[in-house]
């Protein structure tokens, strides 16, 4: 699918699996989402720019390879986005964070804002939105149009599990932003949630189930 990165790495594959067990402690999951998260920011950042810097190593001076720009950004959708944003972070600790804050209307399945904090020069940054579901890309598309109307340019996005759905809606609506993902799922029941998913990550992550 165009645009659409499915991380198949074993064990992206290997903790997604125990992620989904119903019975997984809230610990559990919380630490697998910890470390999926760094596998996939491996995968989403691996096109970086890069540059050389000379150095002196302690046996004479090279020209090393280098992360060429400005420190990316991490923008989680809140609240479930956190988790992923902080795993991230483990692997790139200089990233800046942006939040941005929403919720879906259960009625609606709109995505409503209700908080909104980002660096002033997103333009100059790669912008990296975080969120573990994909499904009804009510959240991501509100949430890409706000980074966007702030200035950012250069944006992608990261989940764990997409519905065809999401993934379509998505695409469609922002078809210059390319999607990474653990897995794409069969679809969407009446309520919106993936099947056959993983329940609701943000409960799971912070045991509010």
């Not at 699996?17 to 019975?23: A, I, N, T, V, W």
Request: charged letters at 25%; glycine letters at 6%.
């Amino acid at each position: 699918m165009e645009g659409v990165t499915v991380v198949r790495h074993p064990l992206v594959q290997h903790k997604l699996s125990l992620m989904r067990d119903k019975e997984r402690s809230t610990s559990n999951f919380r630490r697998l989402v910890r470390e999926i998260a760094m596998l996939l920011a491996y995968e989403v950042t691996r096109e970086l720019p890069m540059t050389t810097e000379r150095i002196e190593t302690p046996l004479e001076a090279m020209d090393a390879p280098m992360i060429e720009g400005k420190k990316l950004v991490l923008a989680p959708i809140l609240r479930a986005g956190l988790a992923l944003a902080d795993g991230m972070l483990e692997l790139i600790p200089s990233a800046r964070v942006a939040h941005v804050g929403l919720y879906r209307d259960h009625d609606t399945l709109e995505a409503v804002e209700y908080f909104f904090k980002a660096p002033t020069d997103l333009a100059d940054r790669l912008v990296i939105v975080t969120d573990p579901m994909l499904a009804t890309a009510n959240s991501a598309v509100a949430a890409i149009e706000r980074l966007k109307a702030r200035g950012a340019k250069d944006l992608r996005y990261v989940c764990l599990l997409a519905a065809p759905e999401g993934v379509a809606r998505l695409r469609a609506a922002h078809p210059d932003v390319p999607i990474w993902t653990a897995a794409i799922d069969s679809h969407l029941n009446d309520k919106g949630y993936i099947v056959p998913g993983l329940g609701d990550a943000g409960d799971r992550i912070y045991g509010t189930r």
